[in-house]
Structure formats: structure tokens, C-alpha cells
């Protein structure tokens, strides 16, 4: 499975942006996919996870109700919409899929994206 980040960019704080990650090679619709970001010297982190139907949905507290994640699996993609941008949100961000269990932890997932920067300006 080959995974595509795309939609980052330079971001005024508290505007909004779209990432994408779409899936090419294999289908990822029976597993979780998930967003994590790493900011400079920090460890990468979760963000946001999505079950295969799209029923269930997971969120780090420092996203919940700015952030939204959804997918689309005729398309092979899943997005994560991100509104009221914080300068704090300033990070590469990573989408992964493959994740069977605990969609929360990084260890979960088999296949990683190349990333994107989101960079967030105050």
C-alpha cells in the first residue's frame, strides 16, 4: 500500500485546511486509517483515527471539536478537515492505515504516508 498526504500549507491561526491521504496498491477498507503529526524535536503523536465503515471515530483532546475526520472508500481516501488552526497544530502531519487494533497508537499501523506541513502562523 503507497499512501499520499497532501493539502498542507501556511495557515493563519484560526483558519482552516484539508489533508487528504489517499491509498493506492491495496484498499485499506477494512482497517482503521489514522492521522498523527510530529512537531521539530517532539515524538509524532496521534491525532485522529477512523474504523473501516466510518461509524467510529477517534480524536487526541487537543483536536477534539476543531478537528474532523472522515473517509471515503470508494475513493480509496480519508481526510482530516482541520478548522480553528492553532499555531501549536504546526507540525508534519502523517497518515497511516493498516490498523487492525487500538487505533490510537502508532504501533497499531503497517503502511505510512510521506507526511505534510501544516505550519500554522499567529
Known amino acids: 500500500v503507497q499512501l499520499q498526504a497532501s493539502g498542507g500549507g501556511l495557515v493563519q491561526a484560526g483558519g482552516s485546511l484539508r489533508l487528504s491521504c489517499a491509498a493506492s496498491g491495496r484498499t485499506f477498507s477494512r482497517s482503521y486509517v489514522g492521522w498523527f503529526r510530529q512537531a521539530p524535536g517532539k515524538e509524532r503523536e496521534f491525532v485522529a483515527a477512523i474504523n473501516w465503515s466510518g461509524t467510529s471515530t477517534y480524536y487526541a483532546d487537543s483536536v477534539k471539536g476543531r478537528f474532523t475526520i472522515s473517509r471515503d472508500n470508494t475513493e480509496n481516501t480519508v481526510f482530516l478537515h482541520m478548522d480553528t488552526l492553532k499555531p501549536e497544530d504546526t507540525a508534519v502531519y502523517y497518515c497511516?492505515?493498516?490498523?487492525?487494533?487500538?487505533?490510537?497508537?502508532?504501533?497499531?499501523?503497517?503502511?505510512w504516508g510521506q507526511g505534510t506541513q501544516v505550519t500554522v502562523s499567529s
Open positions: 497511516a492505515a493498516g490498523g487492525t487494533y487500538m487505533p490510537t497508537i502508532r504501533g497499531s499501523y503497517e503502511y
